[in-house]
């Protein structure tokens, strides 16, 4: 048996958080692109394409060995229908993983000045900066869909939709 080590156990869940993330941006209603229950905050497409920009700015900082707000990754520019985000944050995705595909375990602690701040390591970088930050976010995500009228994914545990048939099929079950 091959002994996993730390990037593939980072690849194999950011690729399941992002697989998460793709669940969600198909289940955004396609009319409120535009929802923002916070005048001063994100409206839902702003802040599900965000979720692209974690991936794409994280994995050209560390391919480029800089971090620096004026890079611009490639494929960035927002789409401005619900339709167009997971196909979008698929292909950015995509074109992160390649981009991290030859990091191994010996960068992980190595320092990086991370957007001329923090000076942090590239496991922190990896796991806070990128996963934690999609997941908090893409939580934020779940919470507009169900604020604008759509119904999210269960992603960690069935939701209130599938709870109730769930519960419906038990009870069937046992009468």
């Known amino acids: 048996m091959t002994r996993s080590n730390e990037m593939d156990t980072f690849r194999k869940v950011w690729n399941a958080e992002a697989a998460k993330t793709i669940e969600v941006m198909e289940s955004l209603p396609d009319d409120q692109y535009d929802f923002r229950p916070d005048a001063e905050g994100r409206s839902i497409g702003e802040l599900a394409w965000h979720l692209s920009e974690v991936d794409a700015c994280v994995s050209f900082g560390l391919a480029a060995g800089r971090f620096r707000i004026e890079d611009e990754p490639p494929h960035?520019?927002?789409?401005?229908?619900?339709s167009q985000l997971a196909p979008g944050?698929?292909?950015?995705?995509?074109?992160?993983?390649?981009?991290?595909?030859?990091?191994?375990?010996?960068?992980?602690?190595?320092?990086a000045r991370y957007f001329g701040g923090r000076e942090l390591t590239i496991g922190q970088i990896l796991w806070n900066e990128l996963i934690h930050h999609m997941v908090h976010h893409r939580g934020q995500l779940v919470l507009l869909c169900r604020q604008a009228g759509g119904t999210p994914p269960g992603l960690f545990g069935p939701n209130r939709e599938q709870m109730r048939a769930l519960q419906a099929s038990a009870t069937a079950a046992t009468a």
């Not at 960035?76 to 619900?82: A, D, F, G, S, Y």
């Not at 074109?95 to 992980?108: F, K, Q, Y």
């Open 76 to 82: 960035l520019k927002r789409p401005r229908e619900i």
């Open 89 to 111: 944050y698929r292909q950015v995705h995509e074109e992160a993983v390649a981009r991290l595909d030859g990091m191994t375990d010996i960068a992980l602690n190595e320092k």
